[in-house]
């Protein structure tokens, strides 16, 4: 998946559940979204432009943090069943209660199906006859509260996914699917010391273990396939501890004080990471003011200092105020500086025929500026806007270049030269009614990078503008509920390896619509149907490299990965 916040790569975005992270640690560009239980889903929170002071690396572009099912002493479950007309079937659910100061919320969900063709027909190669990309994912987990005073509260988590997860070729390959298996624990220890202190303590451990399968296709014998990978071994483990004390010696100003600890490690047999392991300490604080020194206004500034064992340190600042001129009006920004360590693919890779890593790289460095007008029309909040301008440069950006030997293999490199990415976002509220509601999001961005002689280049693979607009129909008095959402991608510029060179992909815009019948008075029970893509539309989402059937030497050509076409969703849901 590739995902873009205020310009950015995927690899600048960091993805946390509950506020842990689980982004990738052998490459930071793959997304956790294959996997997520959507039904556990409460609510997400995106915070936009340079979030390195709490979250540390990765989070140069924003940060994702994706909450789910909380706690409640009231009992509470829901139970779906679904299917869908890409022979996909849905089973999930949770319940949750609480009392005598302990809370627990259990879920698990089941997700298969035999998926689309993720490639025109015109893109497959004759030898290639399972053009269909499935998937098998089953999730179970637990989350735990106990509070042992009214001080002092513990909190333990823990999720396990285990799913089969198809890779499509256009080419050679028959089948290839990945079989993973995820660990995530979680602990949080939050004490009320006093009035003035606070303290927060939050332990992770992710094992991300997965197992590579490949069948190729042997085009000289039509029908005889060769097992070019069995289950060849690729993951990771992520694990630290973050402590942060809150103090307040008065009323006018809060204290921060913070330690981050992170210690991770894996390698890939497929693509041939060594096994290491690295460590990054860091230590940060903030100062913030409070609503009894400046009523109108707030103030934060914090540093943070990241040492990490492999690699050069980086040390970070943030600078950030709101204003509030009056009720309906007020002006906000933010400046500073952000960070990516290099993941373990930049640092020990050792494939000797494609590409080396290089553990004395230095993290990439940010200088980030948001700013924001925003406020609400009338006395009320039915409708809210919000201006924002963004600007960020980029230092030692991490590429892989040649490595000088003829051999056309790469190594990873720290390049001269400056990312800029400067833009706008327009946001948008409107509920004239109870009944009614809308939001509108427009964000148009420049993404370029001087890496070579003669000025800014396009950055390939960030859409230049992005648009996202829903509307929703809710009338409490009514058994019923419609919406629809718009999601439009503008033009987008990529670079195909193998002599291909730049393709443009992207402009297109995706409706989809969904309706809901709820079938007692008491909305208990739910029946839903959406049409996902509603107007069939066909868009490519990236290129991908393929190779033309018996070429010697090999012929490539640019395969278009498609979107999900037009899908059918029936859902049925008990819940109280």
Request: glycine share 10%.
């Amino acid at each position: 998946m590739d995902v873009s916040l205020q310009g950015s790569r995927t690899n600048e975005i960091l993805w946390l559940v509950d506020g842990v992270r689980v982004s990738n640690r052998l490459y930071n560009s793959t997304t956790p979204l294959d996997t997520l239980p959507a039904h556990m889903i409460e609510r997400i929170e995106v915070l936009d432009g340079g979030q390195g002071l709490f979250y540390g690396t990765q989070s140069v572009g924003g940060v994702v943090n994706i909450i789910t099912k909380g706690f409640s002493d009231k009992p509470g479950a829901q139970f779906s069943v679904g299917t869908d007309s890409n022979d996909g079937t849905h089973v999930d659910g949770y319940f949750r209660a609480g009392g005598h100061g302990n809370q627990f919320v259990v879920f698990g969900s089941s997700d298969q199906a035999d998926g689309f063709q993720p490639f025109p027909n015109a893109d497959y190669q004759p030898s290639v006859t399972n053009r269909k990309r499935g998937y098998d994912v089953k999730t179970l987990g637990l989350k735990y509260a106990h509070d042992f005073s009214d001080s002092v509260r513990l909190s333990l988590g823990y999720q396990n996914i285990d799913g089969k997860l198809d890779y499509a070729y256009p080419y050679a390959v028959q089948k290839a699917f990945n079989e993973r298996n995820e660990d995530i624990f979680t602990a949080t220890l939050d004490v009320t010391a006093s009035n003035m202190v606070q303290l927060y303590v939050k332990a992770y451990y992710h094992r991300w273990d997965s197992f590579w399968s490949e069948y190729d296709i042997d085009t000289s014998n039509p029908g005889v396939y060769d097992l070019g990978s069995n289950r060849d071994f690729w993951g990771f483990k992520d694990q630290g501890v973050n402590a942060l004390v809150k103090i307040t010696p008065g009323t006018k100003i809060d204290y921060y004080v913070g330690y981050d600890y992170q210690k991770y490690g894996g390698r890939d047999d497929e693509l041939l990471i060594a096994q290491n392991h690295e460590s990054v300490n860091a230590i940060f604080g903030q100062i913030r003011t409070t609503d009894d020194l400046w009523k109108k206004g707030r103030l934060a500034f914090g540093v943070r200092d990241n040492k990490p064992s492999v690699g050069q340190s980086q040390s970070v600042w943030n600078l950030s105020g709101q204003y509030d001129v009056s009720q309906q009006f007020f002006v906000r920004a933010a400046v500073g500086t952000s960070f990516r360590l290099p993941d373990a693919y930049e640092l020990f890779a050792i494939d000797p025929f494609c590409c080396v890593g290089n553990p004395n790289l230095k993290p990439e460095s940010s200088d980030n500026l948001n700013a924001s007008i925003g406020g609400a029309v009338g006395s009320s909040t039915r409708i809210s806007w919000e201006f924002v301008y963004f600007r960020r440069y980029i230092e030692n950006l991490i590429r892989d270049v040649d490595d000088g030997t003829g051999s056309g293999n790469t190594i990873a490199e720290n390049v001269a030269g400056k990312v800029r990415v400067y833009g706008n976002q327009i946001v948008l509220k409107f509920a004239p009614t109870d009944n009614w509601s809308a939001n509108f999001s427009y964000t148009h961005n420049n993404s370029q990078a001087n890496l070579t002689a003669g000025g800014y280049d396009t950055i390939p693979g960030i859409p230049k503008e992005q648009i996202g607009a829903s509307l929703n129909f809710e009338p409490r008095s009514k058994r019923l509920g419609a919406s629809i959402s718009l999601n439009h991608v503008g033009n987008v510029y990529d670079v195909v390896g193998g002599g291909i060179g730049p393709v443009q992909r992207g402009n297109y815009t995706i409706a989809d619509l969904n309706g809901r019948v709820y079938l007692d008075s008491a909305r208990r029970h739910t029946l839903s149907v959406r049409l996902e893509n509603a107007f069939d539309k066909t868009y490519t989402t990236r290129y991908t490299r393929a190779t033309v059937d018996d070429t010697d030497p090999a012929v490539f050509y640019a395969a278009r990965n498609l979107g999900v076409p037009r899908t059918f969703h029936l859902r049925y849901d008990y819940g109280f």
